[in-house]
T-cell receptor, first 112, second 116 residues
Framework: DAKTTQPPSMDCAEGRAANLPCNHS???????VYWYRQIHSQGPQYIIH???NNETNEMASLIITEDRKSSTLILPHATLRDTAVYYC?????????????FGGGTRLMVKP | EPEVTQTPSHQVTQMGQEVILRCVPI?????FYWYRQILGQKVEFLVS????????KSEIFDDQFSVERPDGSNFTLKIRSTKLEDSAMYFC??????????????FGDGTRLSIL
């Protein structure tokens, strides 16, 4: 079973920041936090991942709390094309080809 | 940007027939995966593959399923005798060698398998 808890749905106004929360209170020290999204029925799209530190890339920012029990994905200026299901996943790091366990995710609706 | 490509985009097959789903992973990637998503349900892990052998598999991946890397570029999923409940989107993914940091899996856009 998924080790994360996310709200089932959220709305965001176009142009505003979308802040998607995720709880992972049982995360272990060597587990990473990954975020993916799935637009309609397309394949899951990698967004960002982190271990302890906050991370930023061209798509989003990831804020991980100091105790690592929760995180927030931030889309700084949401567009209509960001409407998707967003998945927060914790998984082991290292060389192993670790499986991803998808939960129900958060359905983000970006509205004009 | 390099991407994972899957063919065909839609496969329709009679129950009991064999089907092969094909994937071309990103060229420098060494880990390969198959996932499936039944309509309206979660994405489920099937199998991971590294160094020409299965690394991990789920309970779904029973004897009806097999994977192969027949040449240097393709990665295939074979379902030997399809059942109605095999109808789903099948996603292939690949990732680089992890090194000291974890590497993300990159997914293709899937093959929709419809069993009649």
């Amino acid at each position: 079973d998924a080790k994360t808890t996310q709200p089932p749905s959220m709305d965001c106004a176009e142009g505003r920041a979308a802040n998607l929360p995720c709880n992972h209170s049982t995360i272990s020290g060597n587990e990473y936090v990954y975020w993916y999204r799935q637009i309609h029925s397309q394949g899951p799209q990698y967004i960002i991942h982190g271990l302890k530190n906050n991370e930023t890339n061209e798509m989003a920012s990831l804020i991980i709390t100091e105790d690592r029990k929760s995180s927030t994905l931030i889309l700084p200026h949401a567009t209509l094309r960001d409407t998707a299901v967003y998945y927060c996943i914790v998984t082991l790091g290292g060389n192993a080809g670790n499986m991803l366990t998808f939960g129900g995710g958060t359905r983000l609706m970006v509205k004009p | 940007e390099p991407e994972v490509t899957q063919t065909p985009s839609h496969q329709v097959t009679q129950m009991g027939q064999e089907v092969i789903l094909r994937c071309v992973p990103i060229s420098n990637h060494l880990y390969f995966y198959w996932y499936r998503q039944i309509l309206g349900q979660k994405v489920e892990f099937l199998v991971s593959f590294y160094n020409n052998e299965i690394s991990e598999k789920s309970e779904i991946f029973d004897d009806q399923f097999s994977v192969e890397r027949p040449d240097g570029s393709n990665f295939t999923l074979k379902i030997r005798s399809t059942k109605l409940e095999d109808s789903a989107m099948y996603f292939c993914a690949s990732s680089e060698e992890g090194g000291i940091s974890n590497q993300p899996q990159h997914f293709g856009d899937g093959t929709r398998l419809s069993i009649l």
